[in-house]
């Protein structure tokens, strides 16, 4: 090996080295705070497990006791529901991302303000909108001194408003993040793509539709996936505003395993309903890889 080849090797080993130096921090984290829980409650979901009595192993009881449990049932319900404001998400993150896609005076601005939901605490999100639709908040004083209702709304306390309420929280916080997806991605698009359908006669509207949309296929592809895990994992702001109530009406499937964990002390049967999240998660997940594979989501297609 000459000399050059040497050095050359002796540089890339200490590259190799200061990179897993860097990364071990991370790993480290990552090992003790997710692997090690996830490989744990993959061996706790199958014994009935007690911090002062006996633990038992119980084979596959968790999971036949979840099915036959009702608010499960509910819970599994209600986390699917969630899953009804995807589309609704996405299509006005499209709409918005289209909108600011343009060179009008102040738009960096809005766009700014636009982002600051996303890197806002949800649980601190959840705490302002809480005070907004409280019996004495914003909503409710307004829609009195209009002289629309005679007494406060319990936007948060009537089992019919409080899911559409947790949804809108969530969608509102949302919208941000995936209107920056998208915005990437118009910005990605040739302009002589665009130019060219205009040439050829195509109003806006028909840019929009038959341009910038299907080159658009890949993101909205990555973004529905991403939201659907997300809505199917909501977590935060059903415990910082209604706690799954009134009357399980806001129950999902993330808050009533930490109920059982942490208020019932059922470890293993919270580590059993944390595996059908899972795969109920990964249902959907695939459903939405084929579906964006048979829909053309690839900008090859």
Not at 172 to 194: F, K, N, R, S, V
Not at 255 to 278: E, H, P, T
Request: with cysteine; hydrophobic share 50%; charged share 10%.
């Amino acid at each position: 090996m000459s000399l050059t080849n040497k050095m050359v090797s002796r540089r890339k080993r200490r590259e190799t080295r200061t990179a897993y130096a860097f990364m071990t921090p991370a790993l480290i984290i990552i090992t003790v705070f997710t692997i090690i829980p996830i490989i744990g409650s993959l061996i706790l979901m199958f014994y009935n497990y007690s911090v002062l009595g006996e633990t038992k192993f119980v084979g596959f009881q968790n999971f036949i006791s979840a099915f036959q449990d009702r608010e499960f049932l509910i819970a599994v319900k209600n986390s699917i529901v969630f899953v009804v404001i995807v589309p609704i998400i996405q299509i006005l993150s499209i709409l918005i991302a289209l909108f600011v896609n343009r060179k009008i005076p102040g738009i960096s601005l809005f766009r700014t303000l636009f982002y600051i939901p996303v890197v806002t605490s949800m649980v601190a999100v959840s705490i302002i909108w809480g005070f907004i639709f409280d019996s004495h908040g914003i909503i409710n004083t307004l829609l009195m001194d209009l002289g629309w209702i005679t007494q406060p709304f319990g936007f948060l306390s009537d089992k019919y408003a409080a899911m559409p309420c947790l949804m809108f929280i969530t969608l509102w916080q949302g919208l941000g993040y995936y209107m920056m997806m998208y915005l990437a991605g118009l910005q990605g698009i040739p302009q002589e793509l665009i130019e060219a359908a205009k040439i050829d006669g195509a109003t806006n509207l028909e840019t929009i539709v038959k341009v910038k949309i299907p080159l658009l296929k890949p993101y909205i592809w990555l973004c529905t996936l991403n939201s659907v895990i997300s809505a199917i994992g909501v977590f935060d702001v059903v415990f910082v505003l209604t706690k799954g109530g009134p009357n399980n009406a806001t129950m999902v499937i993330n808050y009533y395993s930490y109920v059982k964990a942490f208020g019932d002390f059922q470890f293993g049967y919270a580590a059993a309903i944390g595996a059908l999240q899972a795969i109920i998660t990964s249902t959907l997940s695939i459903a939405v890889f084929v579906y964006g594979k048979k829909g053309g989501m690839s900008n090859n297609e």
